[in-house]
């Protein structure tokens, strides 16, 4: 197995690679500043706009975990990323926002919806970038957290996985850690459930 994880030095994506790590799964580290990386693995050094098609060559995943304070970059990179792996067998798994979820199982209120106005226009951005990977002909997974991403919390090793609906434990609380998020993410690489299809992932 060799996975490419993009946006490997932020929060979610050091995560993922530690995880990773541990798998004994080949990666590859996609990132603007290499020295910033704090686990000794292969690298590609790049602007993810810059990266073309042989950057990418022969991996099997590529998780983007790429992160921006431009809303406006996710449609942006989804694009650019749909454009140089389609035609190859490269799956892809975006880890997207939260505010894409629907608030309940009648579908009929996304999480953005329910945002003030202001943060309305970033929740957009997302929803228009998950729907660039749904009318891909690439292997994807739009990967949304919680309404809670917890940075510091532990690694329980037990979560739920949903689709489209925001979930919600046994306290009435929609949370899930990085640790436990990365831990979601590589089960997924290892072991796919959810090709072509919208995931989300909470505590239970």
């Given amino acids: 197995m060799k996975l490419a994880i993009i946006g490997a030095t932020g929060k979610t994506g050091n995560a993922v690679l530690e ?7 080949t990666v590859t580290a ?7 990386l704090t686990e000794p693995v292969s690298v590609i050094e790049k602007d993810i706009f810059a990266l073309t098609p042989a950057d990418l060559q ?10 921006s304070s431009k809303k406006s970059d996710y449609p942006r990179v989804n ?37 003030p106005l202001i943060m309305r226009n970033s929740s ?19 990967m949304a ?16 996985v949903g689709h ?3 979930l919600y434990d046994r306290h009435g609380d929609s ?5 436990d998020m990365a831990l979601a993410l590589v089960d997924e690489v290892e072991h796919p459930q959810n090709e072509r299809q919208l995931m989300t992932v909470a505590w239970k």
């Fill in 175 to 179: 949370t899930i850690s990085y640790a």
């Fill in 58 to 67: 022969g991996f099997d995943v590529v998780i983007c975990a790429f992160a």
């Fill in 145 to 160: 957290p919680p309404m809670n991403y917890v940075p510091d919390g532990n690694a329980t090793g037990s979560y739920q």
């Fill in 30 to 36: 996609v990132v603007r500043n290499a020295a910033k």
């Fill in 79 to 115: 694009q650019h990323l749909v454009e140089i792996l389609t035609g190859t067998d490269t799956r892809l798994i975006v880890v997207g926002s939260g505010a894409t979820l629907f608030t309940d199982e009648t579908r009929q209120k996304t999480v953005g919806d329910e945002l």
């Fill in 164 to 166: 489209d609906v925001l």
């Fill in 124 to 142: 957009h951005k997302h929803l228009q970038a998950r729907q660039i990977l749904q009318a891909s002909r690439l292997n994807w997974t739009y």
């Fill in 19 to 25: 995880v990773a790590r541990t798998r004994n799964i």
